[in-house]
């Protein structure tokens, strides 16, 4: 199940609402939610920021779930600038073992919620952390 689809679910189960309560408040359909839900579907901006409106977050809160940026939003990009340096100031401290270096990259993509999968010490693709 995709981060998000888990996180969209549990907020849903918290505000004790039905599957087919936030499809209809959202003005989507209940099959395309679910599929949402289980991680089979992206959904689109604008469902995006229906989902956070009807469940009372920040559609910004979403997004980052999403690992998406919003459109027009210039500090993603300097996030990503900064996230990428300190990724490649973890991969060049000699200090680190690989197995550390693994750990490290894993704390900080859970952190600040990366999703693109990255080449690990070995050259290999890693998959996106979860």
């Avoid at 907020?11 to 609402?17: A, F, H, N, P, T």
């Avoid at 500090?75 to 073992?97: P, S, Y």
């Amino acid at each position: 199940m995709s981060d998000l689809g888990e996180f969209i679910r549990r907020q849903r189960e918290v505000q004790e609402l039905t599957l087919r309560q936030l499809a209809q408040m959202t003005g989507i359909s209940n099959p395309y939610l679910s599929q949402i839900e289980r991680g089979l579907r992206e959904p689109s901006e604008k469902v995006l920021e229906a989902l956070a409106d009807n469940l009372k977050l920040s559609a910004d809160v979403l997004y980052e779930q999403a690992g998406r940026v919003r459109a027009g939003d210039d500090e993603g990009d300097e996030a990503d600038e900064a996230g990428e340096a300190v990724v490649e100031a973890i991969k060049a401290d000699k200090r680190l073992t690989a197995r550390q270096r693994t750990a490290l990259l894993e704390i900080y993509d859970a952190f600040t919620g990366r999703r693109r999968g990255r080449k690990s010490d070995d050259g290999t693709a890693s998959p996106p952390s979860a």
